[in-house]
């Protein structure tokens, strides 16, 4: 299987989860009220998880392994925890809740199937939490539309991302997408590049690139706005490189457009 998890979700009655996270913040709050907000995430990871344990309602222990395999490209996240095989909850030492824990938290609700999550924060004077759903159905994980009418690049890098993303589906992090083609581009040992950046005369270092080619790069976005400040961005980094051509992949849910940008 291209995702596994050894706990299996169903879709929840809404009384139900409310009660479950009732259950599951007073003791949240147990925790905070009697470790304070400046222990490590691990700390409060294995608290909570007794607590849980204690109340029946976690069979698992922290660290729920989710595993991503395509070919030889295996990449292991772990969840916090999951309360009663039912809802995922994120734990942070942060004040609190941001968007990236909310981006995170998305994340293993679209590769589990799970409908509902939460983020809980500990490093501020109080809890700080945020719900997280998953209205996505897996199905729609693996419909989509090309437009790749300005596409310029390697076929073998278009056809590495369809690949992908026919096996692992559509809406996740970005990180995810851009380590797999790395892989398939030989890994970092071959597929990262130091390249030396330039203003006019002016030497400014060198900065890494993804390479699909020799003095190509590529790059994978998971944008649903502002993409023509994100192009204007990628031009003027190409035009400060020694690259010949920048190959931009952008994943808007069911829309993925190919682009070429060339100096």
């Known amino acids: 299987m291209p995702i596994e998890c050894p706990v299996q ?3 929840q009655d809404y009384e139900a989860l409310q009660r479950l996270d009732y259950e599951v913040m007073r003791l949240v709050f147990q925790v905070h009220r009697e470790l304070g907000k400046s222990c490590d995430e691990e700390i409060y990871h294995n608290d909570l998880a007794a607590r849980l344990n ?12 989710v595993q991503v395999c395509h070919g030889s490209f295996v990449k292991d996240y772990r969840i916090d925890v999951v309360a009663a095989g039912q809802a995922i909850y994120e734990l942070k030492k942060a004040r609190k809740v941001t968007t990236a824990h909310e ?40 419909r989509f539309e090309i437009e790749s009418s300005s596409w310029r690049g390697p ?11 026919e096996d692992i589906g559509l809406f996740l992090e970005a990180p995810l ?4 083609l790395v892989h398939h581009f030989g890994g970092e040992e071959h597929a990262l590049e130091r390249r030396s950046m330039h203003l006019e005369t002016r030497h400014l270092g060198q900065q890494t690139f993804q390479m699909c080619a020799p003095d190509e790069a590529f790059r994978i976005t998971t944008l ?29 849910r069911h829309q993925i457009n190919f682009i070429t940008l060339r100096r």
């Open 54 to 65: 204690k109340a029946g309602l976690s069979p698992l222990p922290v660290e729920v392994p």
């Open 103 to 142: 981006g995170q938290t998305m994340n293993y609700l679209l590769l589990t199937g799970c409908e509902h999550g939460k983020v809980v924060t500990f490093g501020g004077a109080s809890v700080d939490s945020r719900f997280v759903n998953n209205s996505v159905i897996p199905a729609e994980r693996y």
């Open 177 to 180: 997408y851009n380590q797999a």
């Open 155 to 165: 076929d073998s890098l278009l056809k590495a991302m369809l690949h992908f993303i």
């Open 224 to 252: 649903g706005q502002h993409l023509k400040a994100q192009r204007l961005s990628l031009d003027k980094l190409l035009s400060l490189s020694d690259l010949k051509a920048f190959h931009w992949i952008n994943l808007n």
């Open 9 to 11: 979700f169903h879709r």
